[in-house]
């Protein structure tokens, strides 16, 4: 059974840093991309970053990109997303997701979630 268990949300202020780490556990992912998305109140879930775990390929949309990264730590199975010079529109639940094969930017082509995160940015 997969699990993806999120952690690492809170409160910062405008122009921090905030790592949300995601716990994989349940099945090999070698042949997996892992995707971090966001969704604010009332708003679509984003996409915000992938990475293919046997490569280590990274994806951002525009809308992030120079802003946020993501990696994979091997050995404790976990993907990480560090988020910098963060801003108020970057509030929303942060939610990791997998999928077999390539990266897609759809949250609806992932098969599997986390609980999600919460990520307050106070201006």
């Known amino acids: 059974q997969v699990q993806l268990v999120e952690s690492g949300g809170g409160l910062v202020q405008a122009g921090g840093s905030l790592r949300l780490s995601c716990a994989a556990s349940g099945r090999t992912f070698s042949s997996y991309t892992m995707g971090w998305f966001r969704q604010a109140p009332g708003k679509e879930r984003d996409f915000v970053a992938a990475i293919t775990w046997s490569t280590g390929n990274t994806y951002y949309p525009n809308s992030v990109k120079g802003r946020v990264t993501i990696s994979r730590d091997n050995p404790k199975n976990t993907v990480n997303l560090q988020m910098n010079s963060l801003k108020p529109e970057d509030t929303a639940i942060y939610y990791c997701?997998?999928?077999?094969?390539?990266?897609?930017?759809?949250?609806?082509?992932?098969?599997?979630w986390g609980q999600g995160t919460q990520v307050t940015v106070s201006s």
């Open positions: 997701a997998a999928r077999p094969g390539v990266v897609k930017t759809f949250a609806y082509l992932y098969d599997y």
